[in-house]
């Protein structure tokens, strides 16, 4: 015996709680998979939506804006690399110059320079030798009237030419010898020193290029909590869509409107979120119970005869599809048996039993459960009446089938049998016969 169920039997429900704006359905109606059977107010999570939307625009915007930032912190960090390294050349090459004035400056006329610079005085020297030489020819052939007093200045002036190109040799001869002056000295050791600075200025102006850096790697960070916060923005875009496309409540299967559990204008919680409840009665099985000692005669596959009490007693026909491995509590087993349901006639949850034939046997002596007497095992005794006299006989018991047992040896067809106040007789005993002719024999 048990109950016919149903392999789709659900219970749509809220998933968050909010006002019933609508039920689309009642007891009986036949419903299909994805119907809207109900639906919630959607104000409160439209608003929401609202809201969540216009936060992702937010960090949209916030994204573009530190791609921005990223862009400019790379087009610095360029620009500053390339104008400190160019002003660290720059300076370098003006400090080895300032570098090499000064080591000249310092070390003086070479000895080429010298030479020259004696070579010249020497010439000097012959020159104005050989000037005063001819100035004193011309004085004397003045003075003899040879020449013009105009030759005379030519001769004069070339002389006083020669002294002072002597003269200024002379003098270009000991600067050379003297070597560089003081203030010439420290005016190049000032110099080096100022392109030393400037060297040391430009290269820690290198620093800069850290600093930028390290504004790029700050800019690439605020990408990086940009991007997340947009994809966190559009997360919660797709719950909120989401939240709102749950209002609509829909059947998910193809059934029959059990049950109408909630009215529009109802305020649905999660403690109790039931709206309607949808059986699929296609496929209607039945459940039953069976005892241990006969949970081994069952297998997959078994017809069964299944009589439905609410139907007027009609019988339907199935098949053994699930027998279930575990005892209950009762030590019952669970056999499940699949049943056709043409006409959708069967509903879940109505009462029945099955019969599974396991054996069966052509001709055989049967007698009520009440008569045999004494039973142990397969074995028993009853009463027969032979003659109206009570005569006992010893009986073994084959099939056993609801309350009629199989009488193996003992009885034979046609037998007599008491099945009514057998307790209270012994062998011997006269028994009158009450049963009316043309009444079926228990």
Known sequence: TGALNTKSDVTVGVKSGGKLLSVFVREGDVVRAGQIVAKQDPTDLQAQLDSQRANLAANLSRLEQAKVTMRNAQTTL?????????????????????????????????????????????AAKADGDKARADLKRYQNLYRGNAISAQQLDQAQSIADSADARYNSSVQ?????????????IRRSQAAAEQANQALASAQSNREQVNMRRTDVENARAGILAAQAAVQQAQANVRLAEQALRDLDLRSPIDGIVQSRLAEPGMQIGNAKPDVVRIVDVRTIYFDALVPETQYTKLHIGQPVEVEVYAMQGRKFMGTVSQVFPV????????????????????????????????????????????TVMDKNGSTGRVY????????????????????????????QSGDKVVFSGQGQIQKGDKVEDTHEEGKPNP
């Open 78 to 122: 360029k620009w500053t690399d390339e104008q400190t390294m160019t002003a660290v050349r720059q300076s370098m090459a003006a400090l080895e110059v300032a570098k090499q004035q000064a080591i000249l400056v310092q070390s003086g006329a070479r000895p080429q320079e010298k030479q020259q610079a004696e070579e010249s005085v020497a």
């Open 172 to 184: 270009a001869l000991s600067l050379i010898k003297e070597g560089a002056r003081v203030e010439d």
């Open 327 to 370: 005892a209950t509590s009762a030590r019952s087993f669970t056999v499940r048996v699949s049943l056709k349901n043409d006409g959708n006639l069967l509903r879940p949850q109505m009462f029945a039993s099955g019969k599974v034939v396991l054996t069966t046997h052509q001709n055989a002596v049967v007698v009520t459960r009440d």
């Open 384 to 411: 027969v009446v032979k003659d109206g006299v009570a005569e006992e006989r010893k009986v073994t018991i084959g099939i056993q089938s609801g309350d009629k047992f199989e009488i193996t040896e003992g009885l």
